[in-house]
């Protein structure tokens, strides 16, 4: 299983979140990418936690935000959580607000379908959501123009996919 390109002069959001209840560690993590696989651009954060699901739906949003931010459109979007993909459809009420939010970014960008992926090709989001667990600062999102050289290796195996 392995991360698959978008279709030529199209974006792709790839977004994931970490969450340890052991520790109550928690990051989110995703990256954008070019039709040729290019990284263009990447995030991760620190943040308090409820649980997983809520961290997925942050990476989301964080995701989308910037795509917007920065005019990255058109654009798909792969999670690896089919709950997301669920919620986004029939919200809960303990996830509403966020939602709501994700629902009215995915507008802004044209209401691009998002598409289940599985963790296995969704490596490099899940790096930068780890990444963003281990982070000293709460809601403090970093931003990456250039890749973590830490990440380069799966960037160019994604690439070659």
Not at 124 to 149: D, I, M, Y
Request: hydrophobic share 35%; aromatic share 10%; charged share 15%.
């Amino acid at each position: 299983i392995k991360w698959t390109h978008p279709i030529y002069g199209t974006y792709k959001l790839n977004t994931d979140g970490a969450y340890n209840i052991n520790t109550n560690c928690a990051g989110i993590g995703g990256v954008i990418r070019n039709s040729n696989g290019d990284w263009v651009i990447g995030y991760w954060k620190y943040s308090y936690a409820i649980n997983h699901t809520y961290m997925e739906i942050l990476a989301l949003q964080q995701g989308l935000q910037l795509a917007i931010m920065h005019t990255l459109r058109p654009i798909e979007i792969e999670i690896d959580s089919t709950e997301i993909l669920q919620l986004i459809e029939h919200c809960t009420p303990i996830y509403q607000t966020l939602i709501d939010s994700c629902r009215c970014l995915l507008k802004k960008l044209g209401n691009p379908v998002g598409r289940h992926s599985f963790r296995e090709a969704n490596s490099v989001a899940h790096f930068l959501a780890k990444e963003g667990s281990k982070q000293t600062r709460c809601n403090n999102l970093s931003v990456f123009w250039q890749p973590p050289a830490t990440i380069c290796n799966s960037l160019q195996a994604d690439k070659e996919a």
